[in-house]
Each structure stands twice: as structure tokens, then as C-alpha cells.
């Protein structure tokens, strides 16, 4: 199964895709789309919304996986996260794949063991679990570290929901 981890922001949106084979992962590609500060909002969400288009256009996934907003003091940047997070929610279904969303504290304890680790942590497990990833950026190791949770837990919600 190969699996577009998706890290939303409107100033940046990291991106990785990785394959999973029953419990191994491997690293397929990774990056981070980048908006100009000066444009305007609408623009900035087109862009986006366009990246990820070529993305999933180049690499195929099967399924993608979004982080959920974390509470921001700042109304105007929760604003901005919440829009950047609906191109990320949208794309992938609009491509009829399956999106699951994780709380940050899930992927984190999905990736490093413990739900409150630093991004810095996040960062060293994703060059254990996935050492061809190379020097990777936090959102592009945040992306990635998303596509992990989502290729851990998964097949648990797809069990599930063949139960019921």
C-alpha cells in the first residue's frame, strides 16, 4: 500500500509518501510545497491544492493520511491552518482516495513511542524507520511520520469497519 502523508500549513505543507508491505516501510518521496507570504490567501490555497494534485498525479498513492488541527491561541494562524488543512482533506478525496486523519500526539507515539515528543525526536526516528529518506526538513519528517501512523493503524480501521 503506498501512503501520501500530508503535513497541512498555508506557509508550508510538507509532503512523503512511503509503500508498506505488511510491517516493513520504505521510503518512496518526500518535499515540501512552499506559498509566497505577499500573495494572496486564495492563491496561496490554489497553489497548494495544485502541488499536491501533481503529486499524487506522480507517485499513485493508495491512501492518504492528514494531521488534525491542534488548538492555536492565535485565531488568525488557526484560521489559516484549518484552510491549508482543507486542500490537504479535499485533494486526496477529490482523487477518490481514502484520507485518515491523526491527532499529532497519535503520530507521535505511533513513530517515537511517546505522545509529547519534540519535533527533533520525530525527526531522528523517521531516519531509523526510513534510512533512505536522506536530510529531510521538519515538515517534510512530519509528512512522513504521518504516513507511518496511518500505515500502522489502518488496517485496524479497515478490519473494523468489514466487522460492522
Known amino acids: 500500500m503506498r501512503i501520501l502523508g500530508i503535513d497541512p500549513g498555508l506557509q508550508k505543507t510538507g509532503w512523503g509518501i512511503i509503500e508498506s508491505v ?29 502541488e499536491l494534485e501533481k503529486i ?14 491542534f488548538i492555536n491561541a492565535d485565531p488568525q494562524s488557526a484560521i489559516k491552518l484549518g484552510q491549508a488543512r482543507g486542500i490537504a482533506l479535499v485533494v486526496p ?9 491523526y491527532a499529532a500526539n497519535k503520530v507521535k507515539k505511533s513513530v517515537v513511542g511517546a505522545g509529547h515528543a ?21 515538515d517534510e519528517a512530519d509528512a512522513l511520520a504521518i504516513a507511518i501512523c496511518h500505515a500502522h493503524h ?3 480501521k479497515e478490519r473494523m469497519e468489514n466487522i460492522c
Not at 520504505?26 to 490567501?41: D, H, L, P
Not at 478525496?93 to 486523519?101: F, P
Not at 519534540?118 to 529518506?133: N, R
Open 22 to 50: 505488511g510491517s516493513s516501510l520504505q521510503y518512496i518521496a518526500s518535499g515540501t510545497i512552499k506559498t509566497q507570504a505577499k500573495e494572496a490567501t486564495p492563491k496561496r490555497l490554489a497553489y497548494i491544492d495544485k
Open 56 to 69: 499524487i498525479e506522480a507517485f499513485s498513492p493508495d491512501t492518504a493520511a492528514v494531521e488534525e488541527t
Open 93 to 101: 478525496a477529490r482523487n477518490g482516495l481514502s484520507v485518515g486523519e
Open 118 to 138: 519534540g519535533k527533533q525526536q520525530v525527526g531522528m526516528m523517521i531516519k531509523v524507520l526510513l534510512p533512505k529518506a536522506g536530510k529531510l526538513g521538519e
Open 154 to 156: 489502518k488496517p485496524v
